[in-house]
Structures are given as structure tokens and as C-alpha cells.
């Protein structure tokens, strides 16, 4: 499981350190992609490949899936890491998730999220306001928090 919260500053030739707690875990190769709220996902292989199954049965006659498909399918690369622990994102992905100097990188159950440092920080304000609120809705799906 990922979790956590790191922050780390990504070079001028689109190279990133990921946390060694993400590392082993995430394997070689593993998959990053667009994600929602403009972050990047990374996935280990065995995650992606069930998300990818979970995807493939969406109905292909339904806009809506396929917009959502070819949008996390096209956006995606199987990446390594260099022998310094940092992965080099291309530039489509560092433009999408507005990856300039300074990123989170943070840990979500079954993913790593990848984050520039200004929309985590107003992602975070927001959403720490309604944590109660989003909370109160979770029972609604029987989770004790």
C-alpha cells in the first residue's frame, strides 16, 4: 500500500525523484499516466493491468467511456526508474499536470499520485475545508473512519 506525503523538485530534463518507500513497491516497469484533478497516476504493472481489465469492459458505445479511456490510455508510459531512484517524465505529461520545479509526490492505497507543488497545496486548502463533510458522505458506502 502507498502512503505518504513527499516533495521533491523535478530537473530540467523532466527527471523526478520517487521516495524510496514507492520504489520497491512500484516495481520495474510501472505505468504513469494522466490522473484526475491534474496529477499523474503511477501504477505497479499488477494494478494497472486490473484497472485496465475494469476499463475494458466499460461499453464502447457510450461517449462518455470512451472519452475516459483513450484519455487514460493515451497519456500513459511504462517507466523505470534511473539508478538514482528518479523516473524521467515526458513532456505531454509534465505539461498536463503543470510539473515545472517543485512536485508531491504522495501515496493513495493502490497508487502514486504525482502533483506540482502549487496545485497540491490549493487541491489540499480546498478539499481540508470539506473533510468532514466528504467524511459524513463516506458512511453512506459503510466505511468506519
Given at each position: 500500500m502507498f502512503m505518504g506525503e513527499y516533495r521533491h523538485a523535478i530537473d530540467e530534463k523532466g527527471r523526478l525523484i520517487i521516495p524510496s518507500k514507492f520504489r520497491e513497491e512500484l516495481g520495474a516497469p510501472f505505468v504513469i499516466t494522466r490522473g484526475l484533478d491534474n496529477c499523474l497516476f503511477a501504477y505497479p504493472r499488477t494494478e494497472w493491468k486490473q484497472l485496465e481489465e475494469k476499463l475494458k469492459s466499460l461499453p464502447f458505445t457510450r461517449a462518455d467511456a470512451r472519452a475516459f479511456t483513450r484519455f487514460f490510455f493515451s497519456?500513459?508510459?511504462?517507466?523505470?526508474?534511473?539508478?538514482?531512484?528518479?523516473?524521467?517524465?515526458?513532456?505531454?505529461?509534465?505539461?498536463?499536470?503543470?510539473?515545472?520545479?517543485?512536485?508531491?509526490?504522495?501515496?493513495?492505497?493502490?497508487?502514486?499520485?504525482?502533483?506540482?507543488?502549487?496545485?497540491?497545496?490549493?487541491?489540499?486548502?480546498?478539499?481540508?475545508?470539506?473533510?468532514?463533510?466528504?467524511?459524513?458522505?463516506?458512511?453512506?458506502?459503510?466505511?468506519?473512519?
Open positions: 497519456g500513459a508510459i511504462e517507466a523505470e526508474l534511473d539508478k538514482q531512484g528518479r523516473v524521467t517524465l515526458p513532456v505531454n505529461l509534465r505539461q498536463y499536470a503543470k510539473l515545472e520545479k517543485e512536485c508531491v509526490v504522495i501515496g493513495v492505497s493502490n497508487r502514486v499520485e504525482i502533483w506540482s507543488g502549487e496545485s497540491w497545496e490549493a487541491y489540499y486548502a480546498a478539499s481540508e475545508d470539506s473533510f468532514n463533510e466528504i467524511a459524513e458522505k463516506l458512511v453512506d458506502f459503510n466505511l468506519e473512519l
